[in-house]
């Protein structure tokens, strides 16, 4: 896809289709499918048949419209996780999981999202399900909180961060909340320092950790054997949970590690796409199954 405005750019595109190129010719599950970059891509090198999942409403009405007439392309509303109840076992060539969120829903101020854009803070990829942001920011209590941040943000403030979001409640939006959260970093500094707790919520508020353990286990039941599974992590706690789950199948005989290190973007795509700066690209292949 070319880098235009308001659309999500599919990170390290080709890499990723190179992972899942011998699995073109069957049954490809975009897992966290978005705006359909990658999909796209895929379908580009010629994939055969792709079944689109987003967890966000918006995203799947976004995937029927953009693939209404091709054939190749189902999009479903599900999450990951529920491989392979909604495909069955030993059924898929290839799953990709490209996590975390997309341009489009940091770009949608009401999503809650952005610490930039003001909204009510939701934070949650599917608004119909679950408990937005808010109720956890106000009705956590600050040692809570302060665990919370330091466990899914890498906060080393998250002491000071709790209290200062503690001491300005009721906080009702992104802003609010980024106002906040800036209060207990005097000084200026090069990232946004909203950046980890917004993280650190949005994670919560989701449950992504336990979701993509869950997912990971799934999208391996969910693959024949010869299957790729090719996952493209954002931050370092979820990278942490691709890498051990796949060290541990390798030992236990499942099938083997393809990249012994993770594929990183060159510079010139996270010149063009500063989202892509810490991404990596994890590829496990199936050849067993316990
Ligand atoms: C980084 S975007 C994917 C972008 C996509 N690869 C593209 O090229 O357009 C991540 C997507 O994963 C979705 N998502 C997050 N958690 C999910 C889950 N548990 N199951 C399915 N989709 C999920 C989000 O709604 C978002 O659309």
Redesign the pocket.
């Given at each position: 896809m070319t880098a235009r405005a308001g659309r999500?750019q599919?990170v390290m595109r080709h890499a990723t289709v190179d992972a899942l190129r011998p699995c073109l010719g069957g049954l490809i599950v975009?897992?966290?499918?978005?705006?359909?970059?990658?999909?796209q891509a895929l379908l580009d090198a010629g994939a055969e048949q792709i079944l689109a999942?987003?967890?966000?409403p918006d995203?799947v009405r976004w995937l029927s419209r953009r693939f209404q007439s091709d054939p190749r392309v189902q999009p479903l509303h599900?999450?990951?996780?529920d491989l392979p109840q909604a495909i069955g076992a030993d059924r898929a060539a290839g799953v990709l999981l490209?996590?975390?969120?997309?341009s489009k829903?940091l770009e949608t101020a009401e999503r809650g999202f952005s610490f930039r854009l003001e909204g009510p803070l939701d934070m949650r990829?599917d608004p119909t399900a679950g408990a937005p942001a808010v109720q956890l920011v106000n009705r956590l209590p600050e040692a809570d909180l302060a665990a919370l941040i330091r466990e899914y943000g890498e906060e080393r403030r998250s002491r000071a961060v709790a209290r200062r979001i503690v001491a300005s409640r009721p906080i009702e939006t992104t802003t609010e909340l980024a106002r906040a959260v800036a209060r207990a970093f005097p000084g200026r500094r090069r990232r946004h320092p909203a950046t980890r707790t917004f993280q650190a919520i949005r994670i919560a508020t989701?449950d992504?950790l336990d979701?993509l353990r869950n997912?990971l286990a799934g999208a391996r039941l969910a693959l024949r054997a010869g299957g790729r599974l090719a996952v493209i992590a954002f931050h370092s706690l979820e990278d942490r949970i691709v890498k051990q789950a796949f060290r541990r199948w390798a030992q236990e005989g499942l099938g083997e590690v393809l990249t012994r290190r993770p594929i990183r973007p060159n510079r010139s795509e996270t010149q063009h796409n500063p989202r892509a700066r810490s991404a990596r690209l994890r590829v496990f292949s199936v050849v067993g199954r316990s």
């Amino acid at each position: 896809m070319t880098a235009r405005a308001g659309r999500h750019q599919p990170v390290m595109r080709h890499a990723t289709v190179d992972a899942l190129r011998p699995c073109l010719g069957g049954l490809i599950v975009d897992g966290t499918a978005g705006q359909g970059g990658h999909a796209q891509a895929l379908l580009d090198a010629g994939a055969e048949q792709i079944l689109a999942i987003d967890l966000d409403p918006d995203a799947v009405r976004w995937l029927s419209r953009r693939f209404q007439s091709d054939p190749r392309v189902q999009p479903l509303h599900a999450s990951y996780s529920d491989l392979p109840q909604a495909i069955g076992a030993d059924r898929a060539a290839g799953v990709l999981l490209d996590l975390g969120v997309s341009s489009k829903q940091l770009e949608t101020a009401e999503r809650g999202f952005s610490f930039r854009l003001e909204g009510p803070l939701d934070m949650r990829f599917d608004p119909t399900a679950g408990a937005p942001a808010v109720q956890l920011v106000n009705r956590l209590p600050e040692a809570d909180l302060a665990a919370l941040i330091r466990e899914y943000g890498e906060e080393r403030r998250s002491r000071a961060v709790a209290r200062r979001i503690v001491a300005s409640r009721p906080i009702e939006t992104t802003t609010e909340l980024a106002r906040a959260v800036a209060r207990a970093f005097p000084g200026r500094r090069r990232r946004h320092p909203a950046t980890r707790t917004f993280q650190a919520i949005r994670i919560a508020t989701n449950d992504e950790l336990d979701v993509l353990r869950n997912g990971l286990a799934g999208a391996r039941l969910a693959l024949r054997a010869g299957g790729r599974l090719a996952v493209i992590a954002f931050h370092s706690l979820e990278d942490r949970i691709v890498k051990q789950a796949f060290r541990r199948w390798a030992q236990e005989g499942l099938g083997e590690v393809l990249t012994r290190r993770p594929i990183r973007p060159n510079r010139s795509e996270t010149q063009h796409n500063p989202r892509a700066r810490s991404a990596r690209l994890r590829v496990f292949s199936v050849v067993g199954r316990s």
